[in-house]
């Protein structure tokens, strides 16, 4: 059965830091929910391993850190929003600080930092290699003395709209399978990002990516999609993230000829330089035969000493002991590059506001765009922070000058009788190929490097498997937390978000930050700083309409480390 079953003024779809950032920031006096697929600490957030960028040293200035990040993301960045996060990063660390976030310290009491890929400064602030679930634990601490409400394991699967205004989610209740509508006068998306479209990535399997495909099918416009990070440093097999951390405390990169390969790449700033850049490296190594038989170079950090690796890098210890049986004390370990983070996502300005009235949306699920063609690492925890909050202020601004428009019971009409045709289709092929096919179509031709060949083969393919998939079911026809069927839903979304990915990727004939084409592998500035942003035509089909990129103070130059 499907009904209204609760009405807030404002909601919040996402209980990573993002989401909990933006509810703590919805003024007291209005209503508020926080809406998550999982139980709030299974987020991706509170995996987050090796730190949150600020320049808190009086030798350190913001405006390097902008400049850093613009550099890192190859110029491709809006500015004005880098400029806004960057000097706002201090207040942040200080506010976790204050709320109770344990840092790891120096000898004299102030916040330890590290260095970080492409930062001309030591600037990550972290808590050992755990800094994701001791800021975590902050927020949550935090929304528990506030009172803030939040509905767990509750699944939603489509925006609901009058017009051009947002009206609330439609939900399905997991634990009963009941379809019910949340009315709200203000919604943000805090849903974070898509790893899985590939097959090898540090996400976990709930990063589906729903909140973008649910704006988009909502006509909100996706922005830089196709700039798609990988990370240089995952544990073969399972792609467990090694955190940057590593190489920020020091740690080598070898090939099997036992080079440290990374001084043909960046000959200055070596295993440090930017992640599009080390991650290339190390493939390309791979691939003219100096890696390892089944595909990876070593990480050493045993000069690091057992101390700093048992204390600050006490999570990655544990991971390669777990997982691959090596202990970091004493041997290299194994690593290769894996997906890790969506640059591209839900189009906002600097302020979270998207072109949905009343519709917000912050952290990896939208592009602000601070991190433009390549993030820098522990740019995002700081993105969660800064535009989640803005997201709760500008949302409690909206409720308070405006009263919202009725909740449209047809969408919640429209997503019942979807859920009830899925159940009665018989005979028909699994949704789980289809998802594996798709991400190893993304992997195999829209991963590191990539050509026009390669990509037009992917689009095919997944316009083939967008086919297939109108006509798949699921198995399990029951009402009780039927993960089957969110699954398939879920693979719903990564097919739209596939072909946005690999139709950006196509259309950029340019080589920057992320998207490295190996037919056109300059960057070009005379016809590519812009911004692509797709939504769906009125007959479902892509369409895209392009953004310039705002520069402020930093001229496009090479991009040297
Ligand atoms: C292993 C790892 C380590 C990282 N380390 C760092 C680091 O050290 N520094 C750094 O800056 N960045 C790091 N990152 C990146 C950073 O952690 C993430 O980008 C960031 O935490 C994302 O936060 P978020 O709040 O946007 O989303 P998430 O924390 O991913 O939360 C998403 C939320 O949305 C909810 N949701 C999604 N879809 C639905 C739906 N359909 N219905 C209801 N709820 C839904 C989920 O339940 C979840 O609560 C790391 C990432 C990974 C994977």
């Given at each position: 059965?499907?009904?209204?079953?609760?009405?807030?003024?404002?909601?919040?779809?996402?209980?990573?830091?993002?989401?909990?950032?933006?509810?703590?920031?919805?003024?007291?006096?209005?209503?508020?929910?926080?809406?998550?697929?999982?139980?709030?600490?299974?987020?991706?957030?509170?995996?987050?391993?090796?730190?949150?960028?600020?320049?808190?040293?009086?030798?350190?200035?913001?405006?390097?850190?902008?400049?850093?990040?613009?550099?890192?993301?190859?110029?491709?960045?809006?500015?004005?929003?880098?400029?806004?996060?960057?000097?706002?990063?201090?207040?942040?660390?200080?506010?976790?600080?204050?709320?109770?976030?344990?840092?790891?310290?120096?000898?004299?009491?102030?916040?330890?930092?590290?260095?970080?890929?492409?930062?001309?400064?030591?600037?990550?602030?972290?808590?050992?290699?755990?800094?994701?679930?001791?800021?975590?634990?902050?927020?949550?601490?935090?929304?528990?003395?506030?009172?803030?409400?939040?509905?767990?394991?509750?699944?939603?699967?489509?925006?609901?709209?009058?017009?051009?205004?947002?009206?609330?989610?439609?939900?399905?209740?997991?634990?009963?399978?009941?379809?019910?509508?949340?009315?709200?006068?203000?919604?943000?998306?805090?849903?974070?990002?898509?790893?899985?479209?590939?097959?090898?990535?540090?996400?976990?399997?709930?990063?589906?990516?729903?909140?973008?495909?649910?704006?988009?099918?909502?006509?909100?416009?996706?922005?830089?999609?196709?700039?798609?990070?990988?990370?240089?440093?995952?544990?073969?097999?399972?792609?467990?993230?090694?955190?940057?951390?590593?190489?920020?405390?020091?740690?080598?990169?070898?090939n099997?000829?036992?080079e440290r390969f990374m001084v043909n790449y960046a000959e200055?700033?070596?295993?440090?330089?930017?992640?599009?850049?080390?991650?290339?490296a190390?493939?390309t190594e791979?691939?003219?035969?100096?890696?390892?038989?089944?595909?990876?170079?070593?990480?050493?950090?045993?000069?690091?000493?057992?101390?700093?690796?048992?204390?600050?890098?006490?999570?990655?210890?544990?991971?390669?002991?777990?997982?691959?049986?090596?202990?970091?004390?004493?041997?290299?370990?194994?690593?290769?590059?894996?997906?890790?983070?969506?640059?591209?996502?839900?189009?906002?300005?600097?302020?979270?506001?998207?072109?949905?009235?009343?519709?917000?949306?912050?952290?990896?699920?939208?592009?602000?765009?601070?991190?433009?063609?390549?993030?820098?690492?522990?740019?995002?925890?700081?993105?969660?922070?800064?535009?989640?909050?803005?997201?709760?202020?500008?949302?409690?601004?909206?409720?308070?000058?405006?009263?919202?428009?009725?909740?449209?019971?047809?969408?919640?009409?429209?997503?019942?009788?979807?859920?009830?045709?899925?159940?009665?289709?018989?005979?028909?092929?699994?949704?789980?190929?289809?998802?594996?096919?798709?991400?190893?179509?993304?992997?195999?031709?829209?991963?590191?490097?990539?050509?026009?060949?390669?990509?037009?083969?992917?689009?095919?393919?997944?316009?083939?498997?967008?086919?297939?998939?109108?006509?798949?079911?699921?198995?399990?026809?029951?009402?009780?937390?039927?993960?089957?069927?969110?699954?398939?839903?879920?693979?719903?979304?990564?097919?739209?978000?596939?072909?946005?990915?690999?139709?950006?990727?196509?259309?950029?004939?340019?080589?920057?930050?992320?998207?490295?084409?190996?037919?056109?592998?300059?960057?070009?500035?005379?016809?590519?700083?812009?911004?692509?942003?797709?939504?769906?035509?009125?007959?479902?089909?892509?369409?895209?309409?392009?953004?310039?990129?705002?520069?402020?103070?930093?001229?496009?130059?090479?991009?040297?480390?």
């Amino acid at each position: 059965m499907a009904e209204i079953l609760q009405r807030y003024d404002v909601i919040v779809i996402g209980a990573g830091l993002a989401g909990m950032r933006a509810a703590l920031e919805v003024d007291p006096r209005l209503s508020c929910a926080v809406i998550s697929k999982v139980y709030p600490v299974r987020s991706h957030s509170v995996a987050a391993q090796g730190g949150i960028n600020a320049a808190l040293d009086p030798e350190d200035n913001w405006k390097d850190h902008a400049f850093d990040t613009i550099k890192g993301s190859d110029y491709l960045a809006d500015q004005d929003a880098a400029e806004l996060m960057c000097e706002d990063a201090p207040r942040v660390v200080y506010e976790m600080e204050h709320w109770g976030t344990f840092f790891s310290r120096r000898p004299d009491g102030r916040i330890a930092q590290r260095s970080f890929g492409g930062q001309g400064y030591p600037r990550a602030c972290y808590a050992a290699d755990k800094t994701g679930r001791a800021l975590y634990q902050t927020l949550f601490e935090q929304s528990v003395r506030r009172n803030i409400t939040v509905l767990k394991e509750f699944f939603v699967m489509s925006l609901a709209t009058v017009e051009d205004q947002v009206a609330g989610v439609v939900c399905l209740e997991i634990r009963t399978g009941a379809v019910v509508g949340i009315a709200a006068k203000a919604v943000i998306f805090a849903t974070g990002g898509a790893g899985m479209l590939y097959l090898r990535t540090t996400n976990p399997y709930i990063n589906t990516g729903d909140g973008m495909a649910i704006a988009y099918r909502a006509g909100v416009a996706l922005k830089d999609m196709e700039f798609v990070q990988f990370h240089p440093t995952t544990l073969p097999g399972m792609n467990v993230l090694i955190t940057e951390g590593a190489r920020g405390e020091g740690a080598y990169l070898y090939n099997r000829d036992h080079e440290r390969f990374m001084v043909n790449y960046a000959e200055k700033l070596m295993e440090v330089a930017p992640r599009d850049i080390v991650s290339r490296a190390i493939e390309t190594e791979i691939n003219q035969g100096r890696g390892f038989d089944g595909g990876y170079v070593l990480l050493d950090l045993r000069h690091l000493g057992e101390n700093v690796i048992k204390h600050r890098l006490s999570e990655i210890y544990d991971f390669a002991i777990t997982y691959k049986g090596i202990n970091p004390v004493q041997e290299p370990v194994p690593v290769q590059p894996g997906q890790h983070y969506m640059m591209g996502g839900i189009a906002t300005n600097k302020y979270a506001e998207t072109t949905l009235v009343g519709f917000y949306a912050a952290g990896e699920c939208a592009a602000v765009s601070v991190h433009g063609a390549n993030r820098l690492g522990a740019n995002s925890l700081l993105d969660t922070l800064v535009f989640g909050r803005w997201a709760g202020i500008q949302a409690s601004k909206f409720v308070q000058s405006n009263p919202g428009v009725e909740f449209p019971t047809e969408a919640l009409r429209t997503q019942s009788a979807l859920i009830r045709e899925l159940k009665s289709r018989h005979g028909a092929e699994p949704y789980g190929p289809i998802r594996r096919a798709l991400r190893e179509t993304m992997t195999t031709k829209v991963g590191t490097f990539r050509d026009a060949e390669r990509l037009r083969q992917a689009l095919d393919a997944i316009e083939e498997l967008e086919e297939r998939y109108q006509r798949a079911g699921i198995h399990d026809r029951g009402d009780i937390f039927n993960y089957d069927l969110i699954g398939f839903i879920e693979t719903g979304f990564l097919i739209d978000l596939g072909k946005v990915v690999t139709t950006g990727a196509l259309m950029r004939q340019e080589s920057r930050g992320a998207h490295a084409r190996t037919d056109y592998p300059h960057r070009d500035d005379q016809k590519f700083l812009i911004h692509y942003l797709f939504s769906p035509n009125s007959r479902g089909q892509l369409s895209k309409t392009e953004e310039p990129v705002v520069i402020t103070h930093y001229e496009p130059k090479e991009r040297k480390y």
